[in-house]
């Protein structure tokens, strides 16, 4: 099978071989990626994040109704952490989001991570292109919003969705520290429950302070605060109407286009980082490094020496 011919057509199969190979590090999903990157840019990617149990993959199933109802094929993302903990969680999941599967314009893959800085976010990114070349409109990756890695995975997408929920405990602290600075659209979910009206009075201040603390006001999207009960489909068209209008608040500022540059040029230096660490690990004299075990030279004298050498 041409893979990357068969994944142009919208193949599934030959989508999610590509997807493996290029989470495998095996050389053909390189090859693949070269003949279908210039069939990419197309797709509007949607980060969903948010604090543990926050509704996120609900949120997301419903949103593919939504989206699919509005006649859009529907790419997913799932970020399978390797935490042992989370098995329970991505196989919930899979049942959650089994209903779509039966549907040709929906595709949902999980990836997961090598436990190497950064590899989970150009696995994610890896998985949008394959995605956007095979012709989805929309691109939805879940991760759960706490660490450095979420966040540049979030740095992936056009529109950012915060999840968050009733309650002023942990999970707004969680929101308070970064995420609140990268929210396009924030959704309370699980308005259902008892202090709704509190954590959005919340969400308004926190982002009346986001807002307050920015100069410049030339591009002027103010995020919405949506409530949700994702269980029920409730607040759902309201949640893609705000992502709907902000990819074309986006697109009239010309702001569609230069993420989606910002994010290959990104992806290209990390790439090229990671190819300048392993060659300088290849390449690194033994002698130096036993000779700082051994103490006869520093730490930083050592690096610069061996940086000198290659
Ligand atoms: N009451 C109520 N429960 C909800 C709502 N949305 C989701 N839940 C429940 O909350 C629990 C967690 O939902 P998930 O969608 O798995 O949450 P998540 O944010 O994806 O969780 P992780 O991926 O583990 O971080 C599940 O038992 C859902 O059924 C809602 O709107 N109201
Ligand atoms: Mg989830």
């Known amino acids: 099978m041409d893979v990357a011919k068969e994944l142009l057509g919208g193949n599934m199969l030959a989508g999610g071989r590509a997807i493996r190979w290029l989470d495998d590090r095996d050389p053909r ?17 949607i980060g969903i994040t948010g604090p543990p149990g926050a509704g996120k993959s609900t949120l997301a199933n419903a949103m593919i109704s939504q989206l699919r109802s509005r006649g859009r094929r529907v790419g997913v993302v799932a970020i399978d952490p390797s935490s042992p903990f989370s098995g329970g969680a991505i196989l919930g999941d899979r049942v959650r989001m089994a209903r779509h599967t039966l549907d040709a314009d929906v595709f949902i ?29 929309v691109i939805l990756v879940e991760t759960v919003g706490v660490g450095q890695d ?82 029920n489909d409730e607040g759902i068209a309201e949640i893609i109407d705000a992502t709907e209008a902000h990819a074309q608040f986006l697109r009239d500022n010309g702001e569609f286009e230069r993420l989606s540059g910002q994010r290959e040029r990104a992806q290209t230096l990390g790439l090229m980082g990671e190819a300048l660490l392993q060659l300088a690990l290849e390449k690194t004299d033994p002698d130096v490094l036993a000779a700082v075990e051994a103490r006869e030279i520093d730490p930083y004298a050592a690096a610069r020496l061996l940086l000198r050498s290659l």
């Open 109 to 137: 893959r999980s990836i997961g991570t090598r436990g190497q800085a950064g590899g989970l976010s150009r696995s994610a990114h890896d998985a949008c292109l394959i995605l956007d070349a095979m012709g989805f409109d």
């Open 150 to 231: 979420e966040i540049d995975i979030v740095a992936l997408a056009h529109t950012t969705v915060i999840v968050g929920l009733p309650g002023l405990g942990d999970e707004v602290q969680a929101i308070k520290a970064g995420l609140m600075e990268v929210g396009d659209v924030f959704v309370i979910n699980k308005a259902d429950r008892e202090g709704y009206e509190a954590t959005r009075q919340q969400f308004e201040l926190m982002l009346h302070l986001r807002a307050e603390g920015r100069q410049d006001s030339s591009l002027h999207w103010s995020p919405p605060v949506l409530r949700a009960v994702a269980l």
């Open 29 to 45: 999903g390189a090859e693949v990626l070269a003949s279908v990157f210039p069939h990419t840019g197309r797709a509007h990617i």
